[in-house]
């Protein structure tokens, strides 16, 4: 079962859940926890791995021959994201734009284009508490993540898991976009205020443009008003679990320690909340 726990805004309580739900089922079922937020990582302050990202992670850029190529253009006009610039010459590669499309090795009539690897960033993966963690950091000034973000849900040499919680980046852009596709269900966490309210729609509208099924966590119950209650009605969307506003979750936060490992109650509730999960699963699955 793949879980990814998404928010159309930052600061939602979205990691919190993430690493809290990972331990409460550490210990009773294989678990595997993936933070790709690769731009800005946190996971790892509250789990606190022994290992650090030292893997390195490249996406495929195209080169150009200079001896082959005869200055057509055709590369350049052929490029969707304008990482070719046609000058006089060689091309000119933005290698910050490129998509590793391949679409201008096809098109090359002298077939002067090839590929190598650029370095985007660092993947690190291991045992930490129970549970299977893999997290990665982007390179400062890197423009596109989503190599990285796809290398971080890359589980072909990671042990069997019965439950991966995917801890995606915050909003709707093409990074959480890439956090979200391919798995089970979407965990959409908001809070009860206007602006809350306006994020969530966004995720709740990616979420079905995946086609793939959601529902809402509130976090911080007890401020803000009814509207994100009313929009959970309207739109028949499933209250998966409301997290009150409790000082002693913030303070454990701030402390970068997980409540569900100080607190049994907490941690039953959130075994009941995968239970419940894995139910609606299951029933999308066999639809």
């Not at 400062?140 to 973000?149: D, K, N």
């Not at 994100?228 to 998966?240: G, N, S």
């Amino acid at each position: 079962m793949k879980i990814v726990i998404a928010s159309g805004k930052g600061g939602t309580g979205k990691t919190t859940l993430s690493v809290n739900l990972a331990t409460a089922l550490a210990g009773v079922t294989t678990t595997g926890l993936l933070d790709c937020d690769v731009e800005e990582p946190n996971c790892h302050l509250y789990v606190k791995p022994a290992f650090a990202p030292t893997e390195p992670v490249g996406t495929p850029i195209p080169v150009v021959d200079e001896e082959l190529c005869t200055g057509c253009g055709l590369c350049a006009r052929a490029c969707e994201f304008n990482a070719l610039l046609a000058l006089p010459g060689v091309p000119l590669l933005l290698p910050e734009l490129c998509h590793n499309c391949g679409v201008c090795a096809y098109v090359c009539p002298e077939k002067a284009i090839s590929e190598v690897d650029r370095e985007v960033g660092m993947l690190g993966a291991g045992e930490v508490h129970g549970m299977y963690f893999r997290w990665g950091l982007l390179h400062v000034g890197e423009a596109r993540s989503t190599p990285l973000v796809r290398a971080v849900k890359d589980l072909t040499d990671a042990p069997a898991l019965h439950t991966v919680i995917i801890d995606a980046p915050p909003g709707v852009a093409c990074p959480a976009v890439e956090a979200m596709r391919g798995a089970d269900f979407a965990v959409l966490v908001t809070e009860p205020t206007p602006f809350g309210l306006h994020d969530l729609r966004l995720a709740v509208e990616t979420a079905r443009q995946l086609a793939m099924p959601c529902g809402v966590v509130i976090n911080r119950v007890g401020i803000g008003d009814s509207r994100v209650h009313d929009y959970c009605a309207q739109e028949d969307l499933p209250i998966l679990l409301e997290i009150p506003d409790d000082r002693r979750i913030a303070e454990a936060c701030s402390r970068g320690e997980v409540f569900a490992a100080v607190d049994g109650a907490f941690a039953d509730k959130l075994r009941v909340f995968a239970s419940d999960l894995e139910a609606r699963v299951q029933r999308a699955v066999t639809r």
